[in-house]
């Protein structure tokens, strides 16, 4: 059974820090390109950064460029989103996203960026 289990979201004061983790499960995790996205009220979901198998290229939402960083660790199934210097547009669920042949979706991880 194929599963993605996001923590690590919650309520953070705007300049704060907050790290994502996701666990991977029932599926071979080392294949798969891994992404966060996010969706505030009443938008769409956005890519927000996405890594390749090994880790090697990433990609990031302009808005997040500089703040936000993804990693990966193939040994643990894990795929991680450092958030830093966090302000009230990053306030949404963040999802784990994996995607080869088919893709997967974890149930996500609200994260409230306000004072």
């Known amino acids: 059974q194929v599963q993605l289990v996001e923590s690590g979201g919650g309520l953070v004061q705007p300049g704060g820090s907050l790290r994502l983790s996701c666990a991977a499960s029932g599926f071979t995790f080392s294949i798969y390109t891994m992404s966060w996205y996010r969706q505030a009220p009443g938008k769409g979901r956005e890519l927000v950064a996405e890594i390749t198998t090994a880790g090697d290229n990433t990609n990031y939402a302009e808005s997040v460029k500089g703040r936000f960083t993804i990693s990966r660790d193939n040994a643990k199934n894990a795929v991680y989103l450092q958030m830093n210097s966090l302000n009230s547009e990053d306030t949404a669920m963040y999802y784990c996203?994996?995607?080869?042949?088919?893709?997967?979706w974890g149930q996500g991880t609200q994260v409230t960026v306000s004072s």
């Open positions: 996203h994996a995607r080869r042949w088919g893709e997967y």
